[in-house]
């Protein structure tokens, strides 16, 4: 098989590499782990001062957080969020002095630290309860979730921001990693390695920008369709300022946010530096008669930092950034996005640039710089997949808390098919290091310069 077809094979596996090695989502939301007053608690004389609702993790108040509500549907707390003791996993309001006897329902309605929406109540009593009864807590919060359009499409564009991470940070550590080396190493000193670097480097530029046009895309979708579900409206009722404000003031919309502005600061550095993708030039200097055009520091970093602070913000925004042990789970999920990244990123880098790059060069120089960006894929592919194995492996262990939920929660489903998927992909790089790498190995040596002998 040849070095062309080889690469064109490992698109066949792209799909699957995607599935396999994006991060699945937590276990579960934030939920309800005690509140005060108790649930249809009595009380003979006097009535509680506020209401409190404490989950197991921390939670943000969104549009009518709390509210507490007589028979007659009217509030009777002070529509003021209260923070018990400061603690983030606790929420609640004051109730009004001087309640009458009866019965009351308090109801949630509140952000966890993924970004869905959580809703519940309970109801308790002053006096006697009242004859016509409380007004039920599914009432009081109908209508205010979310359609299954909206979160599926949701869901679409979380997958799609994942995407545009891997094309970005992938990209980027595939140009230092695999594809840069290997072409010092093999580069003559003629215009057609010039001109297949010139080419990479436009086709790497494309691809950055077409990652930077998605990133944006599904970070202004995100934080809109986020106001649509936790304000429980279409999403067109949604699109307000008040309610894209009440969205960036939550952590998830923070986050994403800033993944915005991340996204812009790439695009700016990709439009307005020349040659941040570096090339090589066709100048008569040193042995080889060649040289590349380094990006100076600045220009590195302006490259190279946005990208690795897209690695953070899938952390950032979700259950690792307030979830217990934060010190384990955060770096974990960073390292996950990242190898993922890298892996895929480098896969579809290795599959879209490197061919059309090197269309120009003669069947022995092209198979020779195929075989040298190949040998250094391969262990930064390896190393990407061992780190995917293992934070994946803390993460489950870390979310479930028995064997059973492997079958009983969508998480542990997921977490059994990715390792299914990843298993599959292992397999697949152990074939091709047994069979493709060692070949790559055997190349022949680089031509000879006008007169001087081979390297050997």
């Known amino acids: 098989m040849s070095h062309l077809r080889r690469i064109l094979a490992l698109a066949g596996v792209a799909l699957v590499a995607f599935l396999a090695l994006a991060p699945a989502g937590a276990s579960a939301h934030a939920f309800l782990v005690g509140n005060q007053p108790f649930r249809d608690e009595v009380f003979k004389d006097g009535q509680p001062s506020e209401v409190v609702f404490r989950f197991n993790e921390p939670v943000e108040a969104s549009f009518g957080a709390v509210r507490v509500f007589d028979t007659s549907a009217k509030r009777v707390d002070e529509q003021e969020i209260l923070r018990p003791g400061g603690d983030t996993k606790k929420i609640g309001v004051k109730l009004k002095p001087g309640l009458a006897k009866g019965s009351y329902t308090a109801t949630y309605r509140l952000v966890s630290a993924d970004g869905h929406v959580i809703n519940g109540g309970f109801v308790f009593h002053l006096g006697e309860p009242s004859k016509s009864g ?24 979380k997958a799609l921001d994942y995407l545009a991470i891997a094309l970005a940070l992938g990209g980027v550590g595939f140009l230092l990693l695999c594809w840069l080396p290997g072409l010092r190493g093999v580069a003559g000193g003629d215009e057609r390695w010039a001109a297949a670097s010139e080419a990479y480097a436009k086709r790497g530029s494309t691809m950055l920008l077409g990652a930077v046009n998605l990133g944006l895309a599904t970070a202004l979708l995100g934080i809109l369709i986020q106001g649509s579900i936790v304000s429980g409206q279409g999403f067109f009722d949604a699109l307000q300022a008040s309610t894209v404000r009440e969205v960036l003031d939550t952590r998830f919309g923070t986050v994403w946010g800033l993944k915005l502005v991340v996204w812009l600061v790439l695009g700016g550095v990709l439009l307005v530096t020349p040659r941040t993708v570096p090339v090589l030039r066709p100048v008569s200097l040193g042995a080889d008669g060649r040289v590349l055009d380094r990006p100076g520091g600045l220009r590195l970093a302006l490259l190279v930092a946005p990208v690795t602070a897209l690695a953070f913000a899938p952390a950032l925004s979700g259950h690792a950034g307030t979830s217990d042990p934060v010190a384990v789970l955060l770096p974990t999920d960073v390292a996950h996005v990242a190898a993922m990244s890298l892996w895929l990123g480098g896969l579809i880098a290795l599959v879209a640039l490197v061919p059309a790059a090197t269309g120009k060069l003669d069947g022995g120089d092209r198979a020779r710089l195929l075989s040298a960006v190949l040998l250094r894929f391969s262990p930064v592919a390896l190393a990407a997949v061992a780190v995917l194995a293992v934070t994946g492996t803390v993460q489950a262990v870390l979310h479930l808390t028995s064997f059973s939920q492997l079958l009983d929660t969508g998480f542990g489903r997921a977490v059994l098919i990715k390792a299914l998927l990843l298993l599959v992909l292992i397999g697949l790089g152990a074939l091709n290091r047994q069979r493709t790498l060692p070949s790559c190995a055997r190349s022949p040596p680089p031509a000879a310069p006008p007169g001087r002998p081979a390297r050997r």
Request: proline share 0%.
């Open 134 to 157: 409380a007004l039920a807590v599914a009432d009081l919060v109908e209508g205010t979730s979310a359609g299954a359009t909206t979160t599926t499409v949701f869901a679409g564009v």
